[in-house]
């Protein structure tokens, strides 16, 4: 079974600091993502990454960065979190190959005060 | 480009009750379907997948047909449980844009004993 994990199920910050959210994958997937997911509002892809080292904009990533040190493993950081950035967060990894299913981890609730 | 298009919800049914919940998509080429599930607090998990016309996924007695002809993806089960109380997602892929699915909005499915 695929498995992907999320560093932490629940997340309380002040505004301001930075916050690191982690994502772990053990299927050897070339794809990483990251989503954030709002009531009214959907899925909506802030980062992906490809391969080790790369990334791409999704269709947010104001506000946020990523980083792929390792294949299996893919952050995404909060410079400085503000309370619009209050969300659930969703990681995501696929194969580099037809049809791109995508495995989610079980998600991080972050809240900004 | 391409989107998808799932009914609204929520939907709210007996136990045992016949569900469909509908799904449409507008993409060019030949893209695989999808239906993910997500239960409260969770991530999404992909429940069925179809990557060609005509192909039927299944899972958990959940079924869903691609046809190409009226472009639609519409998720059935025959007798619903308490337990498939979930929102559920329809979500497109497309060769050579492994990085891009295209989610629906969600339909959320409450089932009552």
């Known amino acids: 079974d695929v498995k992907v994990t999320q560093s932490s199920r629940y997340l309380v910050k002040r505004t301001g600091e930075k916050v690191f959210l982690e994502c772990v994958q053990d299927?050897?997937?070339?794809?990483m993502f990251w989503y954030r997911q709002d009531p009214g509002l959907g899925l909506r892809l802030i980062y992906f990454?490809?391969?080790?080292?790369?990334?791409e904009k999704g269709d947010i990533p104001e506000g946020y960065s990523v980083s792929r040190e390792k294949k299996e493993r893919f952050s995404l950081i909060l410079e400085s979190a503000s309370t619009n950035q209050t969300s659930m967060y969703l990681c995501?990894?696929?194969?580099?190959?037809?049809?791109?299913?995508?495995?989610f981890g079980p998600g991080t609730r972050l809240t900004v005060t | 480009g391409d989107s998808v298009t799932q009914m609204e919800g929520p939907v709210t049914l007996s136990e045992e009750a016949f569900l469909t919940i509908n799904c449409t998509y507008t993409?060019?080429?030949?893209?695989?379907l999808f239906w993910y599930v997500q239960y409260p607090g969770e991530g999404l998990q992909l429940l069925l997948k179809?990557?060609?016309?005509?192909d039927k996924g299944s899972n958990k007695g959940f079924e869903a047909t691609y046809r190409k002809e009226t472009t639609s993806f519409h998720l059935e089960k025959g007798s619903v449980q308490v337990s498939d109380s979930a929102v559920y997602f329809c979500?497109?892929?497309?060769?050579?844009?492994?990085?891009?699915?295209?989610f629906g909005a969600g339909t959320r499915l409450t089932v009552k004993p």
């Open positions: 995501a990894s696929s194969l580099l190959r037809p049809p791109y299913e995508q495995y």
């Open positions: 299927m050897d997937h070339e794809n």
């Open positions: 990454s490809y391969d080790v080292k790369m990334k």
């Open positions: 993409a060019t080429g030949y893209p695989s």
């Open positions: 179809a990557t060609k016309a005509d």
């Open positions: 979500a497109l892929s497309k060769p050579g844009n492994n990085n891009d699915m295209r």
